[in-house]
Nanobody, 125 residues
Framework: QVQLVESGGGLVQAGGSLRLSCAASGRTFNSYRMAWFRQAPGKEREVVAAISSSGGRTYYADSVKGRFTISRDNAKNTVYLQMNSLKPGDTAVYYC??????????????????WGQGTQATVSS
């Protein structure tokens, strides 16, 4: 089992940047695929990006390709989401998640078993 704690959210103007962090507990962090999801008010939770257990493969939603970068540091049990060129439409609560399921679709919400409490990112116009 793994526990996840996000940080780094805040208020930023359109065009600005934020870097989210997710610290994971446990000694087996490097066995989990990690992902970031987001949920805006009145909308369903949607995937943003995912990264393989080794960090060698990354996956992105079309809406954030070229603007967001997911990375991880297995020595620090931490996954990051660098968000650049932010738009008001990126405003949401961002959640970190983890899955240990082998072969699970990387951008599929049901594939993820562990969730953080979320961090709010607000982009003003």
């Amino acid at each position: 089992q793994v526990q996840l704690v996000e940080s780094g959210g805040g208020l930023v103007q359109a065009g600005g940047s934020l870097r989210l962090s997710c610290a994971a507990s446990g000694r087996t962090f490097n066995s989990y695929r990690m992902a970031w999801f987001r949920q805006a008010p009145g909308k369903e939770r949607e995937v943003v990006a995912a990264i393989s257990s080794s960090g060698g493969r990354t996956y992105y939603a079309d809406s954030v390709k070229g603007r967001f970068t997911i990375s991880r540091d297995n020595a620090k049990n931490t996954v990051y989401l660098q968000m650049n060129s932010l738009k008001p439409g990126d405003t949401a609560v961002y959640y970190c998640s983890a899955t240990g399921r082998v072969g699970a679709a990387p951008l599929s919400l049901p594939a993820y078993d562990y969730w953080g409490q979320g961090t709010q990112a607000t982009v003003s116009s």
